[in-house]
């Protein structure tokens, strides 16, 4: 199983790692006790994803909503659905499984596309929804997660591909039962329009950024812009722009030799210092603080 990995191309959209080459599904397990990982930025993926928090509580952030989501529960996330994910609780954990719509109907089927999954692309579908064991749809939902997290782990086993995919099929009617009764409601343009700000910050984060210059992206004068983002995300716009700076310099800082002012340039700080100051301020660490950590041996 995959653990602790976040790979997003500029574009903001997830570069999900498959459990098989060709079979599209993703399992994975986010696990919030390492001190270099507490948080889960935003992007999206053009799967469905389902996710079982198993320790502590987990905030889930998503078109302008925040769900807390405690330790046996679930989230439905919907596809290509801008979120983010941190923790409520020290070491907080969770699984998430994300699956391709062309894995659960092919969309030469159309018939039985309009009834699985076209409700999920309405312009006003439910962005997300809880479940949990209290409810029939949630307990079948919990225990889908659960067995396909134990079955991609069993490689040994002969058949465990199928026997993982047919998990998938038999808990989509829980899926539609839930989803159906959710009441709240999303925006598409408004997703898209955030998709269209993450993707811009991602990929000129090494540059000097101007609210101006990010609001012309999405056809918005910058004080709407500076609203609107604030409105889906919890986060200023440049308070975004600093945690993903960091991210970025955490990244340079366990993969490669580069000094702290080479980093510090590479990832937008204007200077050393004041990267280091921003670094420590997130972190509580400085940046050579935490390089050194990361090379110390584990305490077992």
């Known amino acids: 199983m995959i653990i602790n990995s976040l790979k997003v191309g500029k574009d903001s959209e997830e570069e999900l790692q498959r459990i098989l080459p060709g079979f599209p599904v ?4 986010t696990d919030f006790s390492r001190r270099d ?8 993926h053009d799967d469905f994803q389902l996710c079982c928090v198993t320790k ?5 952030s998503a078109a302008g909503r925040g769900w807390n989501v405690p330790a046996g529960t679930g989230i439905f996330i919907n ?3 801008a979120h983010m994910a941190e923790p409520r609780q020290p070491s907080s954990a969770y699984y998430c499984v994300d699956v391709s719509p062309e894995l659960l109907c092919p969309a030469a089927c159309e018939e039985l596309w309009a009834r699985m999954l076209a409700p999920f692309e309405e312009e006003e579908s439910a962005p997300c929804f809880l479940f949990d064991g209290s409810h029939p749809d949630g307990a079948r939902l919990m225990r889908a997660v659960h067995r396909i997290v134990s079955l991609s782990m069993e490689r040994e086993r ?32 408004s997703n898209e329009r955030l998709q269209m700000l993450l993707a811009y910050l991602n990929c000129h984060y090494s540059e000097k950024v101007s609210l101006r210059e990010a609001a012309e992206q999405v056809f918005l004068c910058p004080e709407e812009c500076a609203r609107f983002f604030k409105r889906m995300t919890g986060k200023t ?11 970025r310099s955490m990244e340079l800082l366990g993969s490669t030799e580069f000094s702290a002012a080479e980093i510090a340039a590479q990832t937008g700080f204007s200077s050393q210092s004041y990267f280091t100051v921003c ?15 990361l090379a110390a041996p584990a305490k077992i």
């Open 26 to 29: 993703s399992v994975y397990q």
């Open 37 to 44: 990982y507490q948080r889960v930025n935003w992007h999206w």
């Open 56 to 60: 502590g509580e987990v905030l889930f």
């Open 79 to 81: 596809r290509r659905l």
């Open 158 to 189: 002969p058949g465990w591909e199928q026997l993982l995919w047919g998990e998938l099929l038999m808990a989509w009617p829980a899926v539609l039962c839930c989803f159906r009764g959710e009441t709240s409601r999303g925006n598409a343009r």
């Open 237 to 247: 716009m440049f308070g975004y722009l600093m945690e993903y700076r960091i991210e």
């Open 279 to 293: 670094f420590r301020r997130q972190t509580g660490l400085t940046p050579n603080q935490y390089r050194k950590g």
